[in-house]
C-alpha cells in the first residue's frame, strides 16, 4: 500500500515514514506543508494521505483544508488525520458527506504500533476510524430522554466500536463473540435507536455519528 | 466724521430736489432711483468705515454712493453739471463690481480680479470720456469735440458690452468662492453675496439690453437700481445682526445659569454666535491636546474659512472656539461669549478629560488583555511544537522498539509502561494546553470548538452557532470563554435539566445567550466567574448581562463588537 505523509515536525514525519516502513507500506511522499501534500497526492495517487492538522504557515486549518480538498479532488485517496487533540465538531467536518476512506485519531495513538498500523490499513482500505476519544464524547453526551439508556452494556460496547468504524468482523474479535452474534448486536441497536439498517459499514458509521450527534 | 458723512447723505435728497426743481421735464422715477442708490451706499460705506477702518470696503462704497449721486447730475439743465453727471453715468456700474469682488475686507484677492476691476474703470470712466468727446451726450456736454454719431455707436456698443462680460465674469468669480467655502457660512453673509452676484448679473442683462435696444430697458433699468441699492441694506443688515448678536449674550448667560449639560453647551454658544457651525474643543494640558467631548483629539483648524477663538481662564487654556471666520471681524462678541461661558466650559472641560481617560484606561485594558492572549497563545504553541511532539516521537520510538522485541514478554511490558505513562503525561499536558489556550478555536473557529463544550457539558445542551464568517481572535476567544464559564456554572449551581447556547450575529458583532432552566438567583458578583466574565466582554467594549430570577432559571447574555 502506498502512502503519502505530511507533518511539519521532522521527528515525528521521519518516525512515521520508518514506522509504515517497517510495517510493508511505500512510502511515497513527506511533506511539511500542505501545498506539497496536494501537489504529491496528485502526481503519485497514494492509496492513502496521513496528514497532521496543524500544519504551516499559520498552524490554523490548513492541514484539515488540505484533507477536505483531498477528498473532494480526488476521492480514490483516503485520508487519515492526525492531531493533538481531538474535536467533535473537526470529525463532524471531516465526515460531513461520507465517512468512507476517512480516518481522524489523536496523534498519541501512533505509539500503539499496531493498532495503529491496523487504522492505517483499514482507512486505506476504504473503512473509517474515530478516534475512542470522540466516540466516548458522543456516546457519553446528555440527552434528555436519553434512548441510549435503553441498550443493554454490550449493545453499548458494539455501537461505540461501530462509531469508531469497526467492521462486523473487527467488533467479533474486539468483544470475542462470533460474527453471527454481532450482526445480532446490530440489528438490535438500529431496531431500538430507531434507525434504518444501511448497508456499508461506513455507511453505518455515518449513520450512526449522525444520530449521536443530535 | 459720521457726522460730516450725514450731512452729505442728507444733501443728496436735497441736491435732488434742486435737480427736480431746476426743470420741468425732469424724470422723478430716475432720480428717486438714484438717491436709492445713493444713500444707502453713502451709510453703509460710512458706518463700514467707522466700524473697520482697516477695511478698504468702507471708502470704496462710500465712492460707489458719490459717483452715483454725481451721475443724477445729469438730469439737470445746467451744461457744467450735465457734463459731469454724464462722465459718471456707468462708473457706478465699476464701483459696484468693485465692491462685490473686495468683500469684505475691501482686498481684491489675486491678479486677475485686479485686472478685470482696472479693466472695468477703463471701460466705464476712459471709454464714456472717448464717447462724449465724439458728442454722445449732444450739444449740452462741455468735452464734445466733434459730432460723430458712428464712431458713439461702435464706442457704446464696446463699452457695454464688454461692461457686461466683465460682470459676469465677477459672478462667475463669487461662485466659485461660495463653493470653495464649503459649509453654509453665516446666513446674513450669504445673503449678501447673493445680492451681489444678483446685482452684477442684473446690470449685464441692462448693458446688453442698451447694446442692442432692447424693448423694456427702462423697466430693466429700474429694477437693476433698485436691486444694485438693497446690497448695503443686506450689509447693513448684517452689521445689525451682529449688534443684535451681543445681545443674545445675555440670553447665553440666563440660559448658561440653568447649568447645561456638557452636549447643549455647544447648541447655546452657536446660537449666541449665530453660527450653526460652531464646534468646540477642549485643552487637556495632560495630554498637551485638544479634544472634543467625547475625549477625542481635534485639531485645531489653520486657514481654510475656519477660525480657533482660545479661551482662557484664570490659569490658562480652556477651550477653543471653532467657528467660521467671518467671525473675526466680531472680536467683542467672542470675547463676551467666551467670558459669559468660562464656567460651563470648564466643567465642559472636565467632563471631556474623564471622558479621554476613559477611553485611555479602556484602551490599556483591552492592550492588556489582547497582550496576555498573545503569550498565552504563543505559550500553547511552544507547548504543542516542542514537548507534545517529543513525546508523542519517543511514545512511536518505544512502540517500535516494543515491536522489535518479539519474544521479550517482561521487556515488552516494562516498554508498554512506559509508553503508558506517556500518554497519562501527554492528555495531562493536553488539559494543560487546552486551559492556557484553546488552539482548535483560532485553528477552526467557535462552532468547531463550542460543540466540545455542548458535548462534554453534564447536562444537555442545544447548541446553535449562526455564524457565516470567522470573527477577530479576540472577540472569539471571549465568545468561548462566556459559554465554557456559564455552562460550567450551570452545571454546578444551576440544578438545571437542559440548556441552550446560541450564538448569532448583530450589526457590528456576536451575541452569546446562554440559557438553563435551574434555579436561579446566580450570583452575580463572586464565586461564579460572572464577574470576570463580564470584564472580559466590556474590555472588548461589550457588555454582559444576566437574568436570574429565583427559580426562574438564568440567561447570561453577552454582546461583543467586532469593531
Not at chain 2, 292 to 311: F, K, M, Q, S
Not at chain 2, 344 to 371: F, M, Q, T, V, Y
Request: hydrophobic share 50%; charged share 20%; aromatic share 4%.
Amino acid at each position: 500500500m502506498r502512502v503519502a505523509i505530511a507533518e511539519d515536525s521532522v521527528l515525528l514525519r521521519e518516525g512515521l515514514a520508518r514506522l509504515l516502513g517497517e510495517a510493508g507500506f511505500e512510502v511515497v511522499a513527506q511533506c511539511d506543508n500542505a501545498d506539497d501534500l496536494l501537489l504529491k497526492v496528485r502526481s503519485y495517487h497514494p492509496d492513502v494521505a496521513i496528514v497532521d492538522i496543524r500544519l504551516p504557515p499559520t498552524h490554523n486549518d490548513e492541514g484539515l483544508q488540505a484533507a477536505l480538498d483531498i477528498r473532494s479532488q480526488h476521492p480514490s485517496v483516503s485520508v487519515l488525520v492526525l492531531s493533538q487533540y481531538v474535536e467533535l465538531g473537526l470529525a463532524l467536518k471531516l465526515l460531513a458527506d461520507s465517512a468512507e476512506g476517512v480516518g481522524y485519531l489523536l496523534k498519541d495513538r501512533i505509539g500503539d504500533v499496531e493498532e495503529f498500523v491496523a487504522a492505517v490499513r483499514r482507512v486505506a482500505a476504504g473503512g473509517s476510524v474515530l478516534d475512542p476519544m470522540i466516540v466516548q464524547t458522543l456516546v457519553s453526551r446528555q440527552r434528555p430522554d436519553d434512548p441510549l439508556a435503553r441498550l443493554t452494556p454490550r449493545e453499548r460496547e458494539v455501537l461505540e466500536l461501530m462509531a469508531a468504524g469497526s467492521s462486523n468482523q473487527g467488533i467479533a474479535s474486539s468483544l470475542v463473540i462470533t460474527v453471527r452474534a454481532v450482526e445480532k448486536y446490530v440489528s438490535s441497536i438500529f431496531g431500538k435507536l430507531g434507525l434504518p439498517s444501511s448497508g456499508s459499514e461506513s455507511r453505518r458509521v455515518l449513520a450512526v455519528l449522525t444520530f449521536l450527534r443530535s | 466724521m459720521l457726522g460730516t458723512l450725514a450731512i452729505l447723505a442728507c444733501a443728496v435728497p436735497l441736491r435732488s430736489i434742486f435737480v427736480a426743481t431746476s426743470g420741468d421735464d425732469v424724470d422723478l422715477v430716475a432720480v428717486g432711483l438714484l438717491d436709492w442708490i445713493t444713500v444707502p451706499y453713502i451709510l453703509a460705506g460710512a458706518v463700514a468705515w467707522l466700524r473697520r477702518p482697516a477695511s478698504r470696503l468702507g471708502p470704496l462704497m462710500l465712492a460707489g454712493g458719490f459717483a452715483s449721486g454725481l451721475s443724477a447730475l445729469q438730469l439737470t439743465h445746467v451744461d457744467g453739471l450735465y457734463t459731469v453727471g454724464g462722465a459718471f453715468d456707468v462708473l457706478p456700474a465699476a464701483l459696484f463690481l468693485h465692491v462685490c469682488l473686495a468683500f469684505p475686507d475691501g482686498m481684491l484677492r489675486s491678479r486677475f480680479e485686479k485686472v478685470l476691476v482696472g479693466t472695468a474703470y477703463g471701460a466705464a470712466l476712459g471709454l464714456q470720456l472717448l464717447k462724449m468727446s465724439f458728442g454722445a451726450l449732444g450739444p449740452h456736454s462741455l468735452i464734445e469735440l466733434s459730432a460723430q454719431p458712428d464712431v458713439v455707436r461702435v464706442v457704446q456698443h464696446v463699452q457695454l458690452l464688454s461692461l457686461s462680460a466683465i460682470c459676469l465674469i465677477g459672478v462667475g468669480l463669487l461662485v466659485s468662492r461660495r463653493r470653495q467655502a464649503g459649509r453654509p457660512r453665516r446666513r446674513s453673509l450669504a445673503l449678501l453675496i447673493d445680492f451681489f452676484a444678483l446685482g452684477l448679473v442684473m446690470i449685464a442683462v441692462l448693458f446688453i439690453a442698451g447694446t442692442f435696444a432692447m424693448p423694456g430697458f427702462l423697466a430693466i433699468q429700474r429694477a437693476t437700481l433698485a436691486v444694485i441699492g438693497i446690497a448695503p441694506v443686506v450689509f447693513l443688515l448684517g452689521l445689525l445682526d451682529a449688534r443684535l448678536a451681543r445681545s443674545a449674550v445675555g440670553d447665553l448667560m440666563l440660559e448658561l445659569r440653568a447649568d447645561p449639560d456638557p452636549a447643549d453647551l455647544r447648541e447655546a454658544l452657536a446660537d449666541a454666535l449665530r453660527d450653526p457651525s460652531l464646534t468646540l474643543a477642549y485643552w487637556l494640558p495632560d495630554f498637551e491636546a485638544y479634544v472634543d467631548l467625547d475625549g477625542r483629539e481635534v485639531e485645531l483648524p489653520a486657514g481654510n474659512g475656519r477660525t480657533a477663538t482660545l479661551i482662557e481662564r484664570n490659569d490658562g487654556h480652556v477651550a477653543a472656539l471653532i467657528h467660521d471666520g467671518a467671525l473675526d471681524d466680531e472680536p467683542q462678541l467672542l470675547d463676551a461669549v467666551g467670558a459669559a461661558a468660562g464656567i460651563s466650559l470648564e466643567n465642559g472641560r472636565l467632563h471631556a478629560e474623564l471622558r479621554a481617560r476613559l477611553e485611555e484606561l479602556k484602551g490599556s485594558r483591552a492592550r492588556l488583555l489582547e497582550a496576555g492572549h498573545k503569550e498565552r497563545q504563543s505559550l500553547e504553541r511552544n507547548l504543542h511544537d516542542g514537548a507534545q511532539q517529543r513525546l508523542i516521537a519517543l511514545s512511536l520510538e518505544l512502540g517500535m522498539l516494543e515491536q522489535k522485541l518479539g519474544d521479550r514478554p517482561d521487556l515488552q511490558s516494562r516498554l508498554d509502561g512506559a509508553r503508558q505513562e506517556i500518554a497519562h503525561t501527554l492528555e495531562e499536558l493536553r488539559d494543560v494546553a487546552r486551559g492556557i489556550h484553546p488552539a482548535v478555536l483560532s485553528g477552526h473557529g467557535l462552532a468547531v470548538a463550542l460543540e466540545s463544550i455542548a458535548a462534554r457539558a453534564p447536562l444537555p445542551v442545544r447548541l446553535t452557532v449562526d455564524l457565516d464568517t470567522r470573527l477577530p481572535d479576540r472577540v472569539e476567544v471571549a465568545a468561548f470563554y462566556v459559554v465554557s464559564e456559564s455552562v460550567a456554572n450551570i452545571a454546578k449551581h444551576a440544578e438545571a435539566s437542559v440548556a441552550s447556547v446560541l450564538v448569532s450575529r448583530m450589526r457590528d458583532g456576536v451575541v452569546v445567550e446562554i440559557v438553563d432552566n435551574g434555579v436561579g438567583g446566580a450570583d452575580t458578583e463572586k464565586g461564579s466567574g460572572l464577574r470576570g466574565l463580564a470584564d472580559r466582554v466590556e474590555a472588548l467594549g461589550g457588555r454582559l448581562r444576566v437574568w436570574t430570577p429565583l427559580g426562574g432559571g438564568t440567561r447570561v447574555q453577552a454582546e461583543i463588537p467586532c469593531a
